[in-house]
């Protein structure tokens, strides 16, 4: 590799370094998803309410994995409260009918989300309302107990643009715990929305709020909203067993994933995505396509020499020495016009015979040798084996001299 290759080589890693640096050092993204799931410790789950509710109840608590329709058909030991929070509970008809016979028989349902069944609300004659921050830039609700036992301040809330609340409440029955409103630009007076409510049904009684990021981390650890959920939670059979609902949940109460863990711890996730970094350049620097190996091709054989042998070897088993001595003189006399650039025409013409002793360098009296057999073996119509040998050790000894051997 140039010199110029090397230098944007280093250029590319120290900034793809420079990056893997700053990722890794910003400041982590806060996960606003609304999970409420009790082990989560994103603002928006509630691993802060069970772990004051494990504290402050001890004993009491019991943490319920499986659906409500199950847990209540297959037990009838099952008494106390059933807590449930999520940003929307939505039961099954059969399932509510089975909580709603559960609370007839002494016990109590405490129920906090956004949204409400329409068949609940009917049964406890309830009208959900949206409430809007009307007049404000920026969001701001402001929550506040009822219960004039319980503290007086108001509490601030300032991530969501609305929030829900109950209209049209049946007072007889009905009793308001906490209510939201939202200040206006307007002169008008402020309307408050009730958000929180606890009712009779039977034996037992239902409490129900629309607001359920009260139970969540960000709100209990924000100012001194604690005490709003706190006020909330004092409504709360101690004295009996409370069961916090792990099935109605927006996210995942358990992860099945191995990746996780990965993923999850910031260390483990650069690594991973360093190898498949590091995968991803070992593939295109190595995948691209190599010269193949170049087969290695045996030169063809000059097969005169065979050939000429074969012929000879043909010639000679059959006994036509004549035929191989026609030949023999037939090459040598092309050799002589080809080599020395000499007309053949007549052998034994004096000039010939000068001629071609200087340029075979070879003695004169050979050279009229060798002309005198040629001429008389072309003349035999039968030729010994001794005077083809003679022949052609005469034509070997003529061309050692013309090559200077």
Request: net charge positive; hydrophobic share 35%.
């Amino acid at each position: 590799m140039s010199r110029k290759g090397w230098i944007y080589m280093t250029i590319g890693v120290l900034t793809l370094a420079a990056i893997f640096a700053m990722e890794y050092n910003k400041p982590k993204k806060v996960n606003w998803f609304p999970s409420y799931v009790s082990h989560h410790k994103i603002p928006y789950g509630t691993y802060v309410l069970n772990s004051l509710m494990e504290k402050h109840f001890p004993n009491k608590i019991e943490q319920v994995q499986k659906p409500p329709f199950e847990l209540l058909t297959r037990t009838d030991s099952i008494r106390g409260t059933y807590f449930f929070v999520n940003e929307t509970v939505s039961f099954g008809e059969a399932e509510l009918n089975v909580l709603l016979d559960w609370v007839d028989q002494g016990n109590t349902l405490f129920v906090a989300s956004d949204r409400f069944e329409q068949k609940l609300l009917d049964t406890l004659h309830l009208e959900q309302a949206n409430v809007y921050n009307d007049g404000q830039l920026e969001p701001l609700f402001y929550l506040e107990l009822s219960n004039p036992k319980l503290t007086s301040s108001t509490y601030k809330f300032t991530k969501d643009y609305y929030t829900t609340g109950f209209d049209q409440l049946d007072t007889l029955r009905t009793t308001v715990l906490a209510q939201v409103y939202t200040r206006s630009d307007s002169t008008d007076n402020i309307k408050k929305h009730v958000n929180t409510i606890k009712q009779s049904f039977g034996n037992g009684e239902i409490l129900l709020t629309s607001f359920p990021k009260a139970f969540t981390n960000y709100f209990i650890l924000k100012d001194t909203n604690q005490e709003y959920t706190a006020g909330l939670l004092s409504y709360l059979d101690t004295d009996k067993q409370i069961y916090m609902d792990n099935f109605h949940k927006s996210g995942k109460s358990f992860y099945t994933s191995p990746m996780y863990l990965f993923l999850n711890t910031k260390e483990f996730k650069w690594a991973y995505y360093l190898v498949l970094i590091g995968a991803l350049i070992y593939i295109i620097f190595e995948g691209k396509r190599k010269q193949r190996a170049i087969p290695v091709v045996q030169p063809v054989k000059n097969q005169t020499l065979a050939f000429t042998r074969t012929i000879a070897d043909m010639y000679f088993e059959k006994g036509e020495l004549h035929l191989i001595t026609k030949h023999k003189i037939d090459y040598f006399l092309e050799y002589l016009r080809s080599k020395l650039h000499i007309s053949t025409q007549n052998l034994e013409d004096e000039t010939f015979l000068r001629n071609l002793s200087m340029r075979s360098n070879t003695d004169l009296k050979d050279v009229k040798t060798l002309m005198g057999t040629i001429s008389k073996l072309r003349e035999k119509q039968y030729v010994t084996e001794t005077e083809l040998k003679n022949l052609n050790q005469k034509i070997q000894a003529f061309k050692a001299n013309v090559d200077g051997k």
